[in-house]
């Protein structure tokens, strides 16, 4: 079945801790997104990358890092340097970022840091 | 600066019909898309509009208007299944990622 994973869906860590969480998709799609949704908040965009070895920035980008050696994974690292990094993390993917073409997302990773 | 927004919560009925408003202000406009989340899960892709007009898709559609900057999503019908986030979403331009608003949590009751 084709899909984006997410895994794992729930993770706990130690403030001060860098934690990676992993994102891949066997759809073939050029285009990756990272988002952090927050109660009340919608979706903010962290990073996103429209072809391997290639990433931008998104709105809130401090404090996390990306990397695009695939084009099937793109993993997102919360650095201690991320002053609230409790929240639901959500990755997509889409074929491209063309116009008409919207994005398909992961279950999700609920990361919990104390 | 970029600007979605859309009511926080809306209340319906069972078997009745809802209108959620997508007011949006963005430096260009690619297309509008509709999600829906329910609670704790991924947002799930309901309908996209890029010309102005009505898109009907089974019980929902999604309305455009490009000069006013504005959208709305229609429920006919309404099921208990259907409570959940509404997420409007905006492509300010090609090669960009989807800009969302903030959501409108709908709670259908019986």
């Known amino acids: 079945d084709g899909g984006i994973t997410q895994s794992p869906k729930y993770l706990f860590r130690k403030e001060g801790q860098n934690v990676t969480l992993s994102c891949e998709q066997n759809?073939?799609?050029?285009?990756m997104y990272w988002y952090r949704q927050d109660p009340g908040q919608g979706l903010r965009l962290i990073y996103y990358?429209?072809?391997?070895?290639?990433?931008q920035k998104g709105d809130i980008a401090e404090g996390y890092s990306v990397s695009r050696e695939k084009k099937e994974s793109f993993p997102l690292t919360v650095t201690s340097a991320q002053k609230n990094p409790t929240a639901f993390y959500l990755c997509?993917?889409?074929?491209?970022?063309?116009?008409?073409?919207?994005?398909?997302f992961g279950q999700g990773t609920r990361l919990t840091v104390v | 600066g970029q600007n979605i927004d859309q009511p926080t919560e809306m209340t319906a009925t069972e078997g009745a019909i809802v209108q959620i408003n997508c007011t949006y202000q963005?430096?260009?406009?690619?297309?509008l898309f509709w999600y829906q989340q329910h609670a704790g899960e991924a947002p799930t892709f309901l309908s996209y509009n890029v010309l102005d007009g009505l898109e009907e898709k089974g019980r929902f559609s999604s309305f455009l208007s490009r000069s006013k900057g504005y959208s709305y999503l229609l429920l006919k019908e309404l099921q208990m299944k259907d409570s959940a986030s509404y997420l409007c979403?905006?492509?300010?331009?090609?090669?960009?990622?989807?800009?969302f608003g903030k959501g409108t949590t709908l709670s259908v009751s019986s």
């Open positions: 990358s429209q072809i391997v070895n290639d990433f």
């Open positions: 979403a905006v492509r300010d331009k090609a090669g960009t990622a989807l800009i």
């Open positions: 997509a993917s889409s074929i491209d970022q063309g116009a008409n073409t919207e994005a398909f």
């Open positions: 963005t430096s260009g406009f690619n297309g």
């Open positions: 759809l073939n799609h050029d285009a």
